[in-house]
């Protein structure tokens, strides 16, 4: 039987055949079973060599596909003199480009969220989360440097607005459907544009109407 001298290949062919099929047969119909047969000879022990279970396959498939673009590279690199709630604005847009951008990225996308309500997918979650405020914190202090954010405490404001976005609105944690899920965000609006952070514009919000209709409910 043919061996694989070179982990990284085989974690490939591993990753190539398990995305296949979860947008061939849907996640939870496909088994570990079903990605070992499409490994090109390689045994069920090469799997579990890399992998504990077809969860974390779909985790390192989500971060391989989403890693690729980085919202906040792009920013940087496409600045042109936006102020700090521009650039926030901007990372958004950039977020859900990225993550539904084709329909393999949505079917993985709806896979993942799907996996949520898992106490270990949903504290990988909020790590997310709160990494991300960090790294859009500077860029709210600097909206209220020039104005375009009220002035107030950025680390604060950074971590309720992932917080909501990221968390409140998943609805594999509260449960919701796209009605209820678009009343959440207008809520979410009056309550930043209330703290002097109008983030949610009408693109926002037709971006917002573009992922709902994309979730799974």
């Known amino acids: 039987m043919p061996r694989n001298k070179y982990p990284e290949e085989t974690v490939k062919k591993i990753l190539d055949a398990s995305a296949k099929l ?6 939870e119909q496909t088994t570990i079973l079903d990605i070992v047969d499409n490994l090109g000879g390689l045994t069920r022990g090469a799997f579990y060599h890399h992998f504990k279970s077809k969860e974390e396959v779909l985790e390192a498939l989500v971060e391989k596909l989403f890693g690729d673009s980085n919202p906040f590279e792009r920013v940087m690199r496409d600045d042109n003199g936006l102020n700090g709630l521009d650039k926030v604005k901007m990372i958004m847009k950039y977020s859900v480009e990225r993550q539904f951008s084709d329909s393999e990225r949505t079917i993985l996308s709806n896979a993942y969220l799907s996996l949520l309500s898992n106490p270990r997918f949903l504290a990988v979650q909020v790590k997310d989360t709160q990494e991300v405020s960090c790294k859009i914190e500077p860029m709210i202090a600097e909206g209220m440097a020039d104005g375009s954010i009220k002035p107030g405490n950025p680390k604060f404001l950074a971590e309720l607005f992932m917080l909501l976005i990221n968390i409140w ?9 796209e009605q209820e899920a678009m009343e959440k965000i207008m809520m979410i609006k009056q309550v930043l544009d209330g703290m002097g952070f109008p ?3 009408e693109e926002v919000l037709a971006g917002f109407g ?3 209709g994309k979730l799974e409910y």
């Open 22 to 27: 979860f947008l061939e047969k849907g996640f």
């Open 210 to 212: 573009h992922v709902l």
């Open 169 to 177: 609105l998943l609805p594999t944690i509260y449960p919701c459907d």
């Open 199 to 201: 983030i949610i514009d």
